[in-house]
């Protein structure tokens, strides 16, 4: 690791801790050469592999983004959007994997979606899938009222 302050080609690791989230670790770090101090931070980077065979770094701000486009006129606030946000990267991560298909990515985003709002839910959901037909829709619909009517067991 380079110096940020002098350009030392080593520095010595002082300090190391994990993020609250464990996504990731800070290092402090101190430079033999001008003695200065720095922190630096590392994570694993997640990798999305697309259906066109290309792979991109797997963005939280990109999952928003989507989902704010189904939320459009609902009542979901950006704190909402962004803990789907959290809680799709955390459920991505857990896979374990470092290179993950973007289906996957848009079935970590339904669920959550689903508990968050319905009708947007639907919105992501048709086109996610692809729906064609209003079959498509009823029968989606028709299994969120059967999920609804579901007793808690517990």
Do not use: N, W
């Amino acid at each position: 690791m380079h110096c940020p302050f002098c350009r030392h080609l080593d520095t010595r690791v002082v300090d190391s801790r994990s993020t609250e989230d464990g996504a990731a670790i800070r290092r402090r770090r101190t430079c033999p050469a001008c003695g200065r101090r720095f922190t630096t931070q590392e994570t694993v980077l997640l990798m999305v592999s697309k259906r066109s065979g290309v792979t991109e770094p797997f963005s939280r701000e990109k999952v928003i983004a989507g989902v704010r486009r189904a939320c459009q006129g609902r009542p979901v606030g950006e704190d909402s959007l962004a803990q789907l946000g959290q809680r799709v990267e955390e459920t991505i991560r857990a896979t374990g994997t470092a290179e993950i298909p973007a289906h996957e990515v848009g079935v970590a985003v339904l669920g959550p979606l689903r508990d968050l709002d319905e009708v947007a839910y639907l919105r992501f959901a048709s086109v996610y899938r692809g729906f064609e037909t209003l079959a498509d829709f009823e029968a989606e619909i028709e299994q969120l009222r059967a999920a609804r009517t579901v007793p808690d067991e517990g």
